[in-house]
């Protein structure tokens, strides 16, 4: 059964970092997609980094109000997917989902991470919030 385990979250003053990881087990990230997600009070879910499948060859996509300050990584051999998480603001105060690509599907990354397509199975949320 595939399941997705979140931690790293916190409260964090704004300009702070936080370090989110997503384990894995029952699938391989070697040959599935898998993204960061997130979703504020009153706001609709967002797509913020996603990594194709491969190891070393995958690609990544980053949504335009985290390039630059988030970083997605995997560790194959680890099955866990990080979110460095660098430069925090207030409005990146949030729940953090993880999710992974299931089924296998064709969609290229950034396509995916948008809409979230063939991201069938999600961990449980852990919260984010960048408070002074």
């Known amino acids: 059964q595939l399941q997705l385990v979140e931690s790293g979250g916190g409260l964090v003053q704004p300009g702070g970092s936080l370090k989110l990881s997503c384990a894995v087990s029952?699938?391989?990230?070697?040959?599935?997609?898998i993204g960061w997600f997130r979703q504020a009070p009153e706001k609709e879910r967002e797509g913020i980094a996603c990594?194709?499948?491969?190891?070393?060859?995958?690609?990544?996509y980053y949504a335009d109000s985290v390039k630059g300050r988030f970083t997605i990584s995997k560790d194959v051999a680890k099955n866990t997917v990080y979110l460095r998480m660098n430069t925090l603001r207030p409005e990146d105060t949030a729940v953090y989902y993880c999710?992974?690509?299931?089924?296998?599907?064709?969609?290229?990354?950034?396509?995916?991470?948008?809409?979230?397509?063939?991201?069938?199975?999600w961990g449980q949320g852990t919260q984010v919030t960048v408070s002074s």
């Open positions: 029952g699938a391989n990230l070697g040959n599935r997609a």
């Open positions: 999710a992974v690509e299931d089924p296998l599907g064709v969609l290229p990354v950034a396509v995916m991470c948008k809409t979230a397509h063939d991201f069938g199975v």
């Open positions: 990594i194709s499948s491969g190891d070393a060859d995958a690609t990544t």
